[in-house]
């Protein structure tokens, strides 16, 4: 099947390694429109997005996180992060944060939302990765310093965020396991 939108889904990968090039505002506001368009339970739209592209914030965001997990001694996250440079924003030149109101279906929705701007990134040239791992420092005892200096919205909790940039790598798909799949007739 010759469709756009398919071809779109089925290329964006998990990009963990970027360029210094940063986006431009044409592009920078493409990604915020698809975010805004994301359906969400009962058009709650429980979310903030934050279009994080000053790397000082990001870096110390991500040193943060790479200190938490430190801090606790969670091994398995410490290697991981390291077999990854301790790079947890990968030098992505624009990270959209994704704030949310505790609500309705709030965590779906800021997924659906993340999706949305990952399939708009790679619609226009760009890739992303999803990430779940800074939460840790929007909660406990470091929350409110995170959230002031990303100037999250009253009563909002970390969602997820999405980097965005140029890759500078390339990557396969992961594999399509259609055994998790169903027909009922
Ligand atoms: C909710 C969610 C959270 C994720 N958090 C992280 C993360 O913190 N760091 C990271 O490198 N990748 C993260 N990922 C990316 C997944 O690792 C990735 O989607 C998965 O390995 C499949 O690879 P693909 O996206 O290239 O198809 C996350 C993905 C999702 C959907």
Redesign the pocket.
Known sequence: MDNKVLETIKAR??I?AYQKKQLNKEQINALVEAALASPSAMNLQPWHFIVVQNQSIVNELGQGVVAYFKNIGDENIIQRLESRNNKVFYDAPCVIVISAKPEGMYQIDV?IAAQNIAVAAKSMGLDS?????PRVVFEGEIAENWKNKLQFPEGHEYG?AVAVGYAAME?E??ERDHSKVTFIK
């Open positions: 990968r998990s963990r997924g990765v999803i990430l779940g791992l997820l990557k798909p992961h």
